[in-house]
């Protein structure tokens, strides 16, 4: 009876000491960030090439504040390093899109509101995985009173938009959403 047991319990043991082996070998290939990334752990690079302005409509700022934005973003939420050219992660793409167009017309037929859309064409690049790879437009505005011009609130209308954008292509390239 007390062979039975311990064979019980032998096995028991051995079939939880494999669990957690299997368990430990299969969390092992798999990197988790409390920022919401899973970049696989043999991606260690990233590289931003530029991101020219084809916009009809063009700030003259906007093609390097992309990429200032999204290397910041990546700085600052993932372990990556940058590279110049040839990381494991490649991004570049082309603002395609900078309009304002009214939202709200006035009895007198005068816009109450105007909004300004930027788009922006990526193409990402997963050098450790293609399957991952993607070429996608991105897009986002803000709306701002007709009792503005757009110069005086540009500056704020794009941090917002930008924002905006770098993180819905930092979560589609490494957050997989």
């Known amino acids: 009876m007390t ?3 311990n064979d019980k319990i032998r096995r ?15 969390s092992c290939t798999i990197s988790y960030s409390f920022t919401g990334a899973s970049v696989s752990p043999d991606v260690k690079t990233y590289t931003i090439g530029n991101f020219p302005n084809r916009a009809k409509l063009v700030n003259p700022t906007l093609s390097d504040y992309v990429v200032e934005q999204l290397r910041d973003k990546f700085t600052r939420q993932t ?3 940058y590279q110049n ?4 992660l490649e991004f ?19 816009a109450a509101q105007n909004r300004l859309t930027v788009k922006i064409s990526v193409k990402f690049t997963n050098n450790k995985n293609h399957e991952q790879d ?7 505005y803000a709306d701002f ?6 110069s005086d609130v540009e500056e704020s ?20 959403w």
């Open 145 to 150: 009173s007709s009792d503005y011009i757009l």
């Open 12 to 26: 028991s043991c051995l079939m939880l000491f494999s669990a957690a082996l299997i368990f430990a070998t299969v």
């Open 134 to 140: 993607f070429e996608t437009e991105f897009s986002a």
């Open 157 to 176: 209308l794009v941090e917002e938009i930008m924002k905006q954008i770098i993180e819905d292509i930092y979560n589609k390239s490494v957050a997989n």
């Open 79 to 81: 372990s990556l390093n």
């Open 3 to 5: 062979s039975i047991k």
């Open 92 to 110: 570049e793409g082309t603002i395609t899109g900078y309009d304002v167009q009214p939202m709200a017309i006035k009895s007198d037929d005068q």
């Open 85 to 88: 050219e040839g990381g494991d």
